[in-house]
């Protein structure tokens, strides 16, 4: 268990549909990071957050949104869903977001667009 | 951009045998961190041996070690005296040591290469 929890385990949505995915970084940690793996991608970084604000951003399309909250909790918003969009959606936290420190995984959203 | 390339989609090794995982990066770096996680099939993305680029030597976790060739841009993961546990995808990736501008840490990950173990 590596202290960072995601919710819900599973989704399973229709095209067009709008979703909120959940992440709680691990106690004490400030970066909150959003990954996507996809089959046909692979994993890819989404976007980054540092104590609530946007740090560095990756190939997230515009139908994708996230904020980081007070309470440094995470959410990634995804809109207009399309059937490609189904994938495995990690968040993962570290300490500052620097490069030095570790990032620890959530065990990820398994996203379904039928 | 860089870049990180696993060239093998599938390795098998037989339990209590060697295997030896490839990668290759490309980047203009100079000072990056490179990393192998495991992801089983619980999909949970465990950290598995991290480098440092300036490091020379090469890390060690256990019965896995790495084979960091800066040079020639390779990294490769060598697993000793392989478990059924060790069955997994096993991905390569790379973190710029940077500390500003658009790159703050995010990790770029490989294909990754899917291990088999036989008993």
């Known amino acids: 268990d590596s202290g960072v929890t995601q919710t819900p385990k599973h989704l399973i949505t229709a095209t067009g549909q709008r979703v909120t995915l959940r992440c709680s970084p691990r106690?004490?940690?400030?970066?909150v990071y959003w990954y996507q793996q996809s089959l046909d991608q692979g994993l890819q970084f989404l976007i980054q957050y540092y104590n609530g604000e946007e740090r560095a951003k990756g190939n997230i399309l515009e139908r994708f949104s996230a904020q980081q909250f007070p309470d440094l909790h995470s959410e990634l918003n995804l809109s207009s869903l399309e059937l490609g969009d189904s994938a495995l959606y990690f968040c993962a936290s570290s300490v500052t977001g620097t490069p030095y420190n570790e990032q620890f995984f959530g065990p990820g959203t398994r996203l379904t667009v039928l | 951009a860089q870049t990180v390339t696993q060239s093998q989609p599938e390795m098998s090794v037989q339990e209590a045998e060697t295997v030896t995982l490839s990668c290759t990066y490309d980047?203009?770096?100079?000072?990056?961190?490179l990393f192998w996680y495991k992801q089983p099939p619980s999909r949970q993305m465990i950290l598995v041996i991290r480098?440092?680029?300036?490091?020379?030597q090469n890390a060690t976790e256990n019965r896995f070690s790495v084979n960091f060739q800066k040079a020639a841009k390779s990294f490769s993961l060598k697993i000793s005296d392989s478990q059924l546990g060790d069955a997994a995808m096993y991905f390569c990736?790379?973190?710029?040591?940077?500390?500003?501008?658009?790159?703050?840490?995010?990790?770029?990950f490989g294909k990754g290469t899917k291990l088999s173990v036989k008993p």
């Open positions: 980047t203009s770096e100079s000072d990056y961190y």
């Open positions: 990736a790379y973190r710029s040591a940077r500390n500003y501008g658009g790159s703050q840490g995010n990790l770029i």
């Open positions: 480098q440092e680029a300036y490091k020379q």
């Open positions: 106690s004490g940690d400030l970066s």
